[in-house]
């Protein structure tokens, strides 16, 4: 198969893996955090703030730039990255997650749904998902997928399973877009066997990558991890591998020790907007009152020259006053902090120290 | 008189002038626009922006920091300067437009009114107003004046403009911190007698600049502009003057033909966040629909960095959707044109041209 999309790994340290995605458009060092820029923009963020971070890859959100403003309008505007002025890389998700969190009518053919923004009555098929992100053009684009609501019973994971691994037969034979790298998805809930078989299965078919689907969702670690680990167990080494929607810094460890190369969330930007931050020494709330005179930095453990500048006094207080700035500074100190984490992920898998850095990690977030 | 600013005038026309304004931490090309951060910080933008965006002097809400997180707070992180790691020139108002818009009871010693925040019997005395401004440590503060809520019959605004004036001495004598400067405000409403009265009375007493404050509160441009001429008129030429309260085009216009060297307001900022661009051919409102697919930048007759990248349809489409970033950056382009103008008008002074410019503004504008 031809790919636009390779990784080449560099260092590995038990399941974990440090590489390099190389696309037309440039390279990806990875791990890698993705920031997510639901409706084309990460919140109180611009694109010239998402290049003083350095991100490397951004997300976009296909049902949201679906509906509004449409793919036509985006392909009109020089397509997701002439739309948001991003040189950098783009992915973007399937749609699925949010169409499947509206609870449609499900078919063979695709699910039906009522719109969030207008309640039209929407229509989502393979078909249509690759259709939408070709115009969008990311860089790389997902395979629709069956998102079951969990808790389900183990029938109606299989089904969704079988129908996930069906439809990526039909999103894959929809794809046409030489310049664009196409991912599969692996359903099967916690049951180990049957991620094994949807991983089995969707690489049968072939794609230029893969992710980890419905995982992260509300189960417990203990029934994540070997769930994530039966299906990176049954990926080739050499396409990179994605889990899907998880960004605390534990997961982020247990996603690399399990083979991930790529991850996403909308978790540690929304908590920066509530005015949590991510430091070397946990959680911060920086509402707290202990902190209404604090001259520190959000984190004195690390140094980001877009954040550090602004005392944990002055974020308080910008917080406590309901001014933007607040969202806007702590969502740069997240983002940067967990760009750090991914560095450090890829120096200590370099030098075999990968273990040890869990385990510093899991000390200070459990 | 001892005073820690000077402004030195380089260019005159007419009564336009184009100067450097010196105090002991740097210089300020005037004619001048303050952008506004009420509260420590221009919404949507943190330093780093007013920074790059090449900001020469902000201003800070004495009332609002007062009351939230208190001078104290903010004189423990290092004043203003050091709460919002500026390192920029800085003025604090009073306080008096907020609290005279509270409805205060009035009495010689000061004004007594509600809490906004916490519904707290609070007074604001000249004496309380200094030092709450020298503990906030502005380059330069403002004296408390009495503003008439207007329209008011004469025997008001005159006991306004008596009040200020007895209030200034107060202010005055009050201010001890020889590192800031202190500007006294002209008051007396459209009558231009009384606006002169107060002028020299106001100068009678010595501050390092003056204001005129009370006007672009609803009266017509042809009531305000003799007013303004008025107070001028009898301000020194060897001190600044600031308009208080003034950030359309043609009021910039007006104020700097009139002899103004200093200005602020929050429209331009507020317009911004409401989606509404100031561009050289009038305000543009980027909700239109027009604007869906238009790739053009917000106003093709201003280039700048931050915020020409994006198209116009991009920013509606954020605007439409809600995203905080649209504000962001239509706040950036609001501040870059103004800043643009006011560097337009030195240029047209220093070429005995502000008579062109004035027209061709007024022009586009009324």
Known sequence: MATPLTI????????????????????????????????????????????????????????????????????????????????????????????????????????????????????????????????????????????PALPAPPVAVRGAMERTVRWAERNRAAHTRPDQALFGIVQGGTDIEMR???????????????AVGGLSVGETRDQMIPALAAATAELPVDRPRYFMGIGDPVGLIEAVANGIDMFDCVLPTRLARHGTALTSTGRLNLKRAEFETDDQPIDPGFHHPLSSRYSRGYLRHLLKAGEPTAGRIITLHNLAWLS????QMRDAIAAGAFHQLGAEIRGVWS
Chains 1, 2 share one sequence.
Not at 200 to 207: A, L, Q
């Open 196 to 210: 094994a078989e949807s991983a089995t299965r969707t690489v049968d078919i072939g794609f230029d990558g893969y």
């Open 8 to 147: 080449s790994i560099e260092h590995g340290d038990g399941n974990a893996r440090a590489g390099t995605i190389l696309t037309p458009r440039g390279a990806i060092s990875t791990p890698v955090f993705m920031p997510v820029g639901t409706r084309g923009a990460v919140k109180t963020l611009d694109t010239g703030d998402m290049e003083a971070l350095g991100t490397q890859i951004m997300l976009g959100n296909t049902y949201h730039l679906m509906e509004r403003p449409g793919s036509d309008v985006i392909e009109a505007l020089g397509g997701l990255h002439g739309f948001m002025d991003w040189d950098g890389h783009l992915l973007t998700d399937s749609g699925g997650f949010q169409v499947f969190s509206l609870k449609p009518e499900v078919s063979e053919d695709g699910a039906t749904f009522k719109s969030i923004y207008d309640g039209s009555t929407q229509h989502l098929t393979p078909e249509r998902a690759i259709r939408v992100q070709e115009r969008l053009g990311a860089d790389i684009a997902m395979a629709l997928d069956v998102v």
């Open 340 to 343: 750090d984490l991914t560095r």
